[in-house]
């Protein structure tokens, strides 16, 4: 069974502060991993992908990825209410062709 | 085109009738996948569509639910005799090629049965 996990939340943080959002996966083949943020009522938006172990940073954001723990993380620094969404991790497993998706982590940032 | 886009971006249908959703991947991407996204629930896998390769239907909930493509281009979803149950919102992704590969999402069409 493929799964990918993440706390639903909210997880709720003040404006300005760092947003620290993971999720772990149970297929230890997995390569390709990926941030979506979705707006409420919106589709799903790609904002970050990591490949390899260690750290991405993309503006306010960084990915981290340690497949040996098998777990990811998206750190959100100075956070802006904006950010507030749901962000979902996604992965591709090993030998799987389609992306699975966790259910998100809802993101409240309160000014 | 520029991105992934779907049609139409609403539709309210009767219980019973028949529905047509497409998506116009984004050009050159030769994967897409449908998904299903009822309200405040994950993404469910519907079908993935590689090239002219057979698609891989292995997420469709019921013989009620079919979906076509031709080589790279536009997919069809097809509902028939739609159900309550079927009210959700239905999104396309594309991607340059299979596995391992960053997917876009189209907007989605929220399908609402009455």
């Known amino acids: 069974q493929k799964e990918v996990e993440q706390n639903s939340g909210p997880l709720s943080v003040p404006e300005g502060a760092i947003a620290s959002l993971n999720c772990t996966y149970s297929d230890r083949g997995s390569q390709s991993f990926f941030w979506y943020r979705q707006y409420s009522g919106k589709s799903p938006e790609l904002i970050m992908s990591i490949y390899s172990n260690g750290d991405k940073e993309d503006g306010r954001f960084t990915a981290q990825l340690n497949k040996a723990s098998q777990y990811v993380s998206l750190l959100i620094r100075d956070s802006q209410p904006s950010d507030s969404a749901t962000y979902l991790c996604a992965l591709w497993a090993g030998g799987s062709y389609i992306p699975t998706f966790g259910r998100g982590t809802s993101l409240i940032v309160h000014p | 085109g520029a991105g992934v886009s779907q049609s139409p971006s609403n539709k309210v249908t009767e219980k019973g009738k028949d529905v047509e959703l497409r998506c116009d991947p984004i050009s050159g991407h030769t994967a897409l996948y449908w998904y299903r996204q009822r309200l405040g629930q994950g993404l469910e896998f519907l079908i993935y569509?590689?090239?002219?390769?057979?698609?891989?239907k292995s997420g469709l909930p019921s013989d009620r639910f079919s979906a076509e493509r031709t080589g790279e281009s536009v997919s069809t979803l097809t509902i028939q005799r739609t159900q309550q149950e079927d009210s959700a919102v239905y999104l396309c992704?594309?991607?340059?090629?299979?596995?391992?590969?960053?997917?876009?999402f189209g907007q989605g069409t929220r399908l609402t049965v009455v």
């Open positions: 992704a594309s991607s340059r090629r299979q596995g391992n590969i960053e997917a876009f």
């Open positions: 569509f590689q090239g002219n390769s057979a698609p891989d």
